[in-house]
């Protein structure tokens, strides 16, 4: 979603089925989220309720929520927030959480800088991770309850988990499921084996969205989270993620992993009810392929 953005009213309508109808690729969460973080406006004036009516003429201004950390001058973007979760989307070159080398440039902190700004009690849990230099869709959880909800359930709860990637060298066959055993060695180094017993199945669908000159973007479902499962996968069918040094793409074109988180859906586990967060392609994957 875009961080700013107008959108003019043709006809009367009630705000919540107004904005269904006009943000299409929003799920209905996301946009309750908008209107539950004060993100809407209609003729310049703040607008929360769902039945709000709407006349010919008005306009509704989108003002998504960006957090600036004081510490680091990092924009966080929030892509949805209740009373106990937060749903972020994180910049590639970030960790999730702290290593002993690094304990502060994370987006953990951030979002915890972010929370306490708003009431110096508040906390936050980590729920799953995303590698370091990934971008894209990372679920917090605001206390140790709820997160303990989310991960006891996590692989049950999961739906769909989906990344875009841009890769080096065209694909033979434009779709597929990629499946092998992974271990990782004492340098830290993810690799596919037939060792059954000791390394551990991952699977991962593919999908070509667009190809231009030696490049392809994909469409990228992953039915295990293994670590570096698809960095390893598509360096496995000789088509390295652009910026994936680790697994074989020295390609200076693009200053980060062209790797981003887009959609999650899941069973919510407090209620039963699907939810879905999405996440735009980054820019700088977007001049890439010229979307």
């Given at each position: 979603?875009?961080?700013?953005?107008?959108?003019?009213?043709?006809?009367?309508?009630?705000?919540?089925?107004f904005l269904r109808?006009?943000?299409?690729?929003?799920?209905?969460?996301?946009?309750?989220?908008l209107l539950l973080r004060k993100n809407v406006y209609v003729n310049d004036k703040l607008q929360t309720k769902y039945n709000y009516e709407l006349h010919k003429g008005?306009?509704?201004?989108?003002?998504?929520?960006?957090?600036?950390?004081?510490e680091t001058n990092i924009k966080l973007k929030i892509i949805y927030e209740d009373k106990d979760i937060i749903v972020v989307d994180k910049?590639?070159?970030?960790?999730?959480?702290?290593?002993?080398?690094?304990?502060?440039?994370?987006?953990?902190?951030?979002?915890?800088?972010?929370?306490?700004?708003?009431?110096?009690?508040?906390?936050?849990?980590?729920?799953?991770?995303?590698?370091k230099d990934t971008s894209g869709i990372l679920i917090f959880a605001k206390s140790e309850k709820i997160k303990n909800l989310f991960q006891n359930k996590w692989n049950d709860i999961i739906k769909e988990r989906r990344y875009y990637a841009i890769v080096l060298n065209k694909l033979?066959?434009?779709?597929?499921?990629?499946?092998?055993?992974?271990?990782?060695?004492?340098?830290?180094i993810v690799y596919s084996t037939n060792d059954k017993v000791n390394g551990k199945l991952a699977?991962?669908?593919?999908?070509?969205?667009?190809?231009?000159?030696?490049?392809?973007?994909l469409d990228i479902n992953i039915k295990t989270g293994r670590k570096n499962q698809i960095r390893v996968h598509l360096s496995d069918l000789s088509?390295?993620?652009?910026?994936?040094?680790?697994?074989?793409?020295?390609?200076?074109?693009?200053?980060?992993?062209?790797?981003?988180a887009y959609k999650l859906k899941l069973i919510d586990p407090r209620n039963g009810k699907i939810i879905q967060f999405t996440s735009d392609l980054p820019l700088e994957m977007k001049k890439i392929v010229k979307m």
């Open positions: 979603m875009k961080n700013n953005y107008t959108i003019n009213v043709s006809e009367d309508n009630l705000l919540y089925d109808s006009k943000l299409s690729n929003e799920s209905k969460n996301n946009i309750k989220s008005d306009i509704i201004s989108i003002k998504t929520s960006q957090f600036i950390d004081e910049p590639s070159g970030i960790l999730t959480i702290s290593t002993e080398k690094e304990k502060n440039l994370t987006i953990y902190h951030l979002v915890m800088n972010y929370l306490k700004s708003k009431n110096k009690n508040n906390k936050v849990f980590i729920i799953h991770r995303l590698d033979k066959d434009k779709q597929g499921v990629i499946k092998s055993y992974l271990k990782e060695n004492k340098n830290h699977i991962t669908e593919y999908k070509v969205i667009k190809e231009i000159e030696k490049y392809a973007l088509s390295p993620i652009i910026g994936d040094k680790k697994y074989g793409c020295e390609n200076k074109l693009i200053k980060r992993l062209a790797l981003h």
